[in-house]
């Protein structure tokens, strides 16, 4: 099986910087896109951001300029930069990746989230 474990949330400052990461393990060919979710209490998820397999990256218009996606696949790793956070920000944060298993399956996975609070 495929998992994904996010970490990295936590509390800041309005104006501060979090970084998150996601690992990826299991039963992994390769790993395509992956993307960043948020959702906030009481709304829906949101995507936030994206990071194809070659690189290419797309960012919400609420998070661009502020936030950055970038993988390491030699370590299945996946991040997201997050600076000059605004208390909007707050929420938890999901991490989905589009693996190609072992078995030459491709399947969405999501991982249990990482919590990011804003405020003073």
């Known amino acids: 099986q495929v998992q994904l474990v996010e970490s990295g949330g936590g509390q800041v400052q309005p104006g501060g910087s979090l970084k998150l ?49 970038s993988r390491d696949d030699a370590k299945l790793t996946f991040y997201l930069q997050m600076n000059s956070l605004k208390s909007e920000d707050t929420a938890g944060y999901y991490c989905n990746g589009l693996v190609v298993t072992m078995e030459r399956v491709t399947r969405s996975f999501w991982g249990q989230g990482t919590q990011v609070t804003v405020s003073s």
């Open 21 to 69: 990461s996601c690992v990826a393990s299991g039963s992994i060919f390769s790993i395509n896109d992956v993307r960043w979710y948020r959702q906030a209490p009481g709304k829906q998820r949101e995507w936030v951001a994206s990071v194809s397999r070659g690189g290419n990256t797309n960012y919400a218009d609420s998070v661009k300029g502020r936030f950055t996606i």
